[in-house]
């Protein structure tokens, strides 16, 4: 039991650890843990397939298709979470928080602050910003990654700064899986099929000319044949 100035007699941290991945692949250390699979693929997928693309919008559609609208029994609070949403575009930005979660299975929203308040928000790429926690699982901070290979600018961020939008998470990962992490494997076989299905198309579509050179008796030549 630990008593501290904000928590009573009685309080007890939690003792169950995780085992957490770490990424050193840069030169740098202490980035934070490794995704769970590759991002970019994840993004050139929605991208470059169709039928995926469809699939994350019709998501979209049917999370906030509808529209959402704020709740509170103080109407001047009402008022003011209403403004900001307004002032800050934030649908636009829901709708690109929310396609980040379900393509990479994690969407982190940044948000700037003016005299300890909310001034601006924007979302970041997934494929670039890592969590890093401690023993117990409690997020410490975050780290974005710019650059090329060769030389990349470590950016950190507070826990207060990122809001982390998680969706399907297995265990005790720091990230999510979203919707197509499940589905790159088969993507991958169904891509692949595809493209051998169209070579044998194409070889097999073209008449081909049947022509008989020469007989047993007189035999055709190589110049006959060229």
């Not at 904000?6 to 202490?30: A, C, L, V, W």
């Not at 979302?123 to 409690?138: I, M, P, S, T």
């Amino acid at each position: 039991a630990v008593m501290t100035e904000d928590h009573p007699i009685g309080y007890e941290k939690f003792k169950g650890e995780i085992e957490t991945k770490q990424n050193y692949g840069f030169s740098m250390r202490d980035i934070g843990e490794e995704h769970p699979f590759d991002f970019l693929l994840a993004e050139n997928s929605y991208k470059c397939i169709g039928v995926v693309q469809g699939v994350v919008d019709k998501f979209i559609d049917f999370i906030i298709g509808g529209g959402f609208y704020v709740e509170s029994d103080d109407e001047r609070a009402k008022q003011i979470i209403e403004n900001f949403m307004q002032e800050n575009n934030f649908n636009t930005l829901l709708r690109a928080w929310i396609k980040e979660a379900l393509i990479k299975g994690n969407g982190f929203l940044e948000m700037s602050y003016t005299n300890k308040t909310i001034s601006d928000m924007k979302v970041l790429n997934a494929n670039n910003v890592f969590v890093k926690r401690d023993n117990q699982g409690n997020i410490l901070s975050y780290t974005q990654l710019i650059g090329n290979t060769l030389q990349k600018k470590k950016i950190e961020f507070e826990v207060n700064e990122i809001a982390h939008l998680k969706l399907n998470t297995v265990g005790s990962s720091a990230y999510g899986q979203g919707i197509l992490c499940s589905s790159l494997t088969l993507l991958d076989g169904l891509l692949k099929a595809e493209k051998d299905m169209h070579t044998i198309l194409g070889k097999k579509a073209n008449s081909p000319y049947i022509i008989n050179v020469g007989t047993p008796e007189a035999p055709s030549s190589p110049d006959d044949l060229s």
